[in-house]
């Protein structure tokens, strides 16, 4: 253990996913939400009674995000952006998807101000034919933020700006925290690390799953500057993906993924859960 992190690093249930991504913390509900982005699977855990649910959605989806309304929520697909009822299983579709031909959606997250960004990126993971969009209620479609993008990864919006990487790229970029303008962006290296989803601590932490690399990069966002502090080791290979949650917003929960493991080992794929000495910057929320 470590000043940061409070206890043991375990796996919340026996659930292994293929590719864990997008955890988000509901704290109406106490639950947390996550994809299995490979499965087309919804997952959802109750940390208080362990209950855990899982729902086969009818197309690849990489977020489902949360709104105004309790228990529906956004889900971003390869067939478009949807509203989803989760008590009554209902698919409300808001717009078609906005990626190229060959790609799928990745990154998503909730703007400040209520709209969604996304991130599309190529099927095969060769050519940077991904993108970032914006949509907010009443667009007839999303709106072309960047193009010419590797594989988008993180969103997290601190000091005024926003904060997003390129996986393939293996750079951190900062800009408006409005809407992307690919002219007026710092960028930032993550050396030898290759990162994926990230997570905000209340005070500017910047904890990114760095994807091949049992670990967790924590960075402080100071002044528009990102300054790498350490990492922080975790017992699976492919972290994907982590978010603050619990009744005090405390426990970080950290997605994994099996994916092409040729002996994955126990918990790859798995939920992880530790406590942690920080608070979360908690969730935003679709605005309907």
């Known amino acids: 253990m470590t000043a940061f992190l409070r206890s043991e690093i375990t796996a919340v249930n026996d659930y292994r996913a293929e590719l864990g991504e997008t955890p988000v913390w509901c704290q109406r509900t106490q639950s947390l939400l996550w994809m299995d982005i490979l499965n087309q699977r919804l997952l959802r855990y109750w940390p208080e009674t362990e209950a855990f649910e899982q729902r086969e959605l009818p197309s690849v989806t990489s977020a489902a995000l949360l709104t105004e309304k309790q228990d529906t929520f956004l889900l971003v697909t390869q067939d478009g952006i949807s509203l989803y009822d989760y008590p009554n299983q209902i698919f409300t579709p808001l717009c078609d998807y906005a990626g190229a031909e060959g790609t799928r959606p990745n990154e998503a997250a909730i703007a400040p101000d209520g709209s969604l960004w996304y991130g599309s990126m190529d099927l095969k993971e060769k050519e940077k034919i991904g993108a970032w969009f914006r949509y907010e ?152």
């Open 137 to 288: 209620i009443g667009d007839s479609a999303p709106v072309l933020m960047m193009d010419k993008v590797g594989t988008p990864n993180t969103l997290a919006w601190y000091e005024g700006k926003v904060w997003f990487a390129d996986s393939t790229q293996k750079r951190f970029y900062s800009g408006s925290a409005r809407r992307i303008n690919p002219l007026k962006l710092s960028c930032f290296s993550s050396g030898d690390k290759t990162p994926d989803g990230s997570t905000l601590t209340e005070d500017g932490i910047l904890l990114t799953a760095c994807w091949g690399s049992h670990c967790l990069l924590r960075q402080q966002i100071n002044q528009g500057e990102l300054l790498t502090l350490d990492t922080l080791k975790v017992p699976v290979t492919q972290p994907s993906c982590c978010t603050f949650g619990g009744a005090d917003m405390r426990r970080l929960f950290i997605t994994s993924a099996r994916k092409e493991l040729e002996n994955p080992g126990a918990i790859e794929g798995a939920l992880l859960q530790v406590e942690t000495s920080t608070r979360g910057a908690g969730q935003y929320q679709f605005r309907l």
